[in-house]
């Protein structure tokens, strides 16, 4: 990820390099254990839903600082899962807009 990247464009290169990781799988990448890991799927679901026990916790203590934090690990895993379904941020886009 680029450093230069405008703040509205990070979600989007963001997927980009999960998207680019799931194809290339390259070492050092701990996004590729989230896709490789020896426990399957499985592993990514729970650090999904420990990020999500975290966020809960820190807005529990009013911890806006580690809400940012943890809020970011969980988008991040939520983005993996979406990405080793095959949906897209565009999907998860247009999933939001038929609420308007
Ligand atoms: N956004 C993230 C990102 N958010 C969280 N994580 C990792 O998710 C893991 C979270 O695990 P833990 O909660 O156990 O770790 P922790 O947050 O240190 O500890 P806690 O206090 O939360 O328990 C850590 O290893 C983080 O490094 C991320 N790893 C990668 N990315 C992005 O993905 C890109 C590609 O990364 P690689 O696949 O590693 O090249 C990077 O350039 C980043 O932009």
Same mark, same amino acid.
């Given at each position: 990820?680029?450093?230069?990247?405008?703040?509205?464009?990070?979600?989007?290169?963001?997927?980009?390099?999960?998207?680019?990781?799931?194809?290339?799988?390259?070492?050092?990448?701990?996004?590729?254990?989230?896709?490789?890991?020896?426990?399957?799927?499985?592993?990514? !679901?729970?650090?999904?839903?420990?990020?999500?026990?975290?966020?809960?916790? +820190?807005?529990?203590? %009013?911890? &806006? /600082? =580690? $809400?940012?934090?943890?809020?970011?690990? !969980?988008?991040?895993?939520?983005?993996?899962?979406?990405?080793?379904?095959? +949906?897209?941020?565009? %999907?998860? &886009? /247009? =999933? $939001?807009?038929?609420?308007?």
């Amino acid at each position: 990820m680029d450093d230069d990247t405008p703040t509205e464009e990070v979600l989007d290169e963001l997927f980009s390099t999960i998207e680019s990781r799931k194809a290339e799988l390259p070492e050092d990448s701990y996004t590729t254990t989230l896709f490789t890991h020896e426990k399957g799927e499985n592993y990514a !679901l729970e650090k999904l839903g420990e990020e999500a026990t975290e966020t809960i916790l +820190a807005a529990k203590d %009013d911890d &806006r /600082e =580690e $809400l940012l934090y943890e809020s970011a690990d !969980l988008v991040y895993h939520l983005l993996v899962v979406l990405a080793a379904h095959d +949906a897209s941020l565009e %999907d998860l &886009r /247009e =999933e $939001l807009k038929s609420r308007f």
